[in-house]
């Protein structure tokens, strides 16, 4: 018959064992999940190149810039909002395309609008996105070239509205 003392330190090595087993898993554990979990940015970049059909190919367009700009609050969901440049290939002046894209809370792709000018995306409030100065796009609205903000919706379709911001012109309509 083994000794009340045997019994306890036979228990409390495997306590300690379990325990010291614990301590170096866990930061091992740690590392490997912050290696397979990807940056958002990643995520989006992936889903745009398989699901844009007009995403740049390097052969006749190449991707200059892929900015994350800001989130926007749709209907408590969130839509992450991209800024993006392609230059054309093989051009002896460097021309380009640049495009606002939309993508769901996960990153999945959902859509993008081309502008021109100096419309660029700055900052999101709630459901809207101001850019900067008016924008000029193939995207119609009612306040016609005086649009500096777009409202979005769950599936990145925009409204172009005008609205009185400081940071954001609405051109003459705010004089």
Request: hydrophobic share 35%; with cysteine.
């Amino acid at each position: 018959m083994k000794s009340k003392w045997v019994r306890r330190s036979t228990r409390s090595m495997r306590e300690c064992g379990v325990f010291f087993l614990f301590l170096f898993c866990v930061p091992c554990a740690a590392k490997s999940l912050a290696a397979v979990a990807k940056d958002i940015r990643d995520v989006m970049l992936e889903s745009a190149i398989k699901s844009d059909r007009k995403f740049p190919d390097a052969k006749s367009a190449k991707l200059t810039l892929f900015a994350y700009i800001c989130k926007l609050s749709v209907s408590g969901e969130t839509i992450h909002v991209v800024h993006q440049k392609e230059v054309l290939t093989n051009m002896p002046a460097p021309r380009g395309v640049r495009y606002i894209s939309f993508f769901d809370h996960l990153g999945n792709y959902l859509t993008k609008y081309r502008y021109s000018g100096d419309s660029e995306p700055l900052w999101c409030e709630g459901n809207k996105l101001y850019l900067f100065g008016n924008y000029e796009g193939p995207l119609s609205s009612k306040c016609g070239n005086e649009c500096n903000a777009m409202q979005v919706d769950l599936k990145g379709k925009a409204m172009l509205l005008h609205e009185k911001k400081y940071g954001s012109s609405g051109g003459s309509l705010d004089m």
